[in-house]
Each structure stands twice: as C-alpha cells, then as structure tokens.
C-alpha cells in the first residue's frame, strides 16, 4: 500500500503572547491525510489555522506537538520537501528579472543546470501560457502574470505535490479560470495537491476531498460530492418541457407523498456568465 501524499497525526501548535501570560492555539490536535493523485481543499474563515498548517508541513514553522509527513518522510526534514512546489499567497519576485530569468534563479537552487533547465523553462512558460513573455521583466506583469510565473517556479523540479495558499488572490475571473485549469492539469499528471482558497466555487470545481477548520479545529472532512449533497432531494432538470407535462409530474409526486421545494429555471454560474459577456 502506497504512502499518503501528506500525512498529519495530532498537530498542535500554540503561540505565546510576547509580554503576556497568555496563549493562542492556532492549531489543536489535527489530523487527515490526502492520497497521492489527489486535489485537497483545506479551507476556513481567516485565522482558523490553515496557513499555519501549511507552514509547518513545509518546515517553515515547527509544530508544538505532533507530526507530519510528506510522502513518508518527515517534514521536518529537508530532503522531504526534494518533491515539493509552494506558491504562497504573496509570493514575491525579483521584479527586474525577466520571466526566463526567473525561472532559470529557481532552477538552480534546485540544482539543475545546462540544457535540461533550459528545456524546463521553456516548457513551463508554454505550461503557464506565458511562453511570450519570457524576456519580459517582471515589474510590468499583471497580478494574474504573477500567479502564474509563480505556478511555473513551484514546477520547476517536477514536484510530485503542489502547495498552493490562495492562488487566484487578487486575479480576475479570466485569469483565475485559467489557473483553475492548470490545476485540473496537473492532477491529470498525477500531481497532488493541496489547495488553500477562499474562492469556495473553485475549490467546488477542482477538489476530491476539503477539510474545514475553524478555531483551530477540524470541523468537517470528507469527499466533496458527498459532503455538498442533500441527502433527501433529488433535482431533475428537463428540457422543452410543456405545462402540462409538468403538471402531471407534480400531482404524480405529490400522490406518492413527495413535496415540491422548489421549480426554477436553472441558473448558469455567475462566472460563466461574466466571462461570456465579457469575451
């Protein structure tokens, strides 16, 4: 049986109040795992932990208690991050250095060199559609450019798991539909990914299983078509569909002692919507 893409038993993890004799618990006993392949939604209200959860499974915190692991091997060792790509949620770059050049910076931190890099950068700025602005410099790139340069920098390595803290913060509806799109991509790879967004559309779209926390706590978990479902309802939706044949479907319901909620026409999603108008 194969490894869990991330695995966490009972992390805690509890900030003193400099000058005071108190607490905050960030995290409190926390526990789940993500299979490798898939795409997790971690998700909450502000301050309900998931940034802090994030950062301790990359080793940029250390836990209070309890432990994480990273394709078997723990996070608080370095070689468990090799296979790991992060894109924070206000990742900054060097704004006077081209697209290229920018990748090819993070390339080499990586270790790589010579005409394999060369080859990357060029593929991942296809990847991310930037492929035009490779000799670009930064400092004239969009927002929705940003995100994406910082999706490719994560790729670099070829990562087998992907961290991504709000990755369409403060992109437009076009760009974070394409962002939304390399994720499906990348789980089309077999890439796993963990997802922190507040866009609960997106994350409706892109992800298998979300876990919720609120205070510190994980307050929900499970597969999203499961979790999302009413389990008493049933929605049919017809086409060309005459008044009188949804009269008869009514009174029929209603003979076998079933209660119409609720008759609408059905509604495109507001993204959608804009993005068609908009075109």
């Given at each position: ?101 920018t990748l090819r910076f993070y390339g ?172």
């Open positions: 049986m194969s490894e869990p893409a991330i695995s966490i038993r009972n992390l805690t993890k509890v900030y003193p109040i400099p000058f005071k004799r108190e607490r905050v618990v960030a995290v409190h006993d926390l526990s789940l795992s993500v299979e490798p392949g898939q795409v997790y939604g971690l998700l909450g209200p502000n301050g309900s932990g998931k940034s802090t959860t994030m950062k301790i499974l990359l080793g940029l915190v250390s836990a209070t208690s309890g432990t994480t692991r990273i394709f078997g091997r723990d996070s608080t060792r370095v070689e468990s991050h090799e296979e790991v790509g992060y894109l924070p949620e206000n990742p900054y770059f060097y704004k006077f250095l081209t697209a290229g050049e080499r931190l990586c270790g790589m060199g010579g005409q394999a890099l060369r080859d990357r950068v060029h593929e991942l700025l296809a990847v991310v559609g930037l492929e035009d602005a490779e000799h670009r410099r930064l400092g004239g790139f969009s927002k929705g450019m940003l995100q994406r340069i910082g999706l490719a920098q994560a790729l670099i390595q070829e990562p087998r798991l992907l961290v991504l803290d709000e990755p369409t913060a403060g992109v437009d509806p076009a760009g974070s539909r394409d962002i939304r799109d390399l994720i499906l991509q990348f789980k089309a790879r077999g890439i796993t990914v963990l997802l922190c967004s507040h866009l609960l559309g997106q994350v409706q779209e892109v992800c298998d299983r979300v876990g919720i926390l609120h205070k510190g706590r994980l307050v929900c978990e499970g597969e999203l078509d499961k979790l999302v479902a009413i389990e008493n309802q049933t929605q049919l939706i017809f086409e060309n569909a005459s008044p009188e044949l949804l009269a008869r479907f009514e009174a029929e319901a209603a003979a076998c002692g079933a209660r119409l909620v609720e008759k609408s026409k059905p509604h495109a999603p507001l993204e959608r919507f804009f993005l068609e108008v908009t075109k």
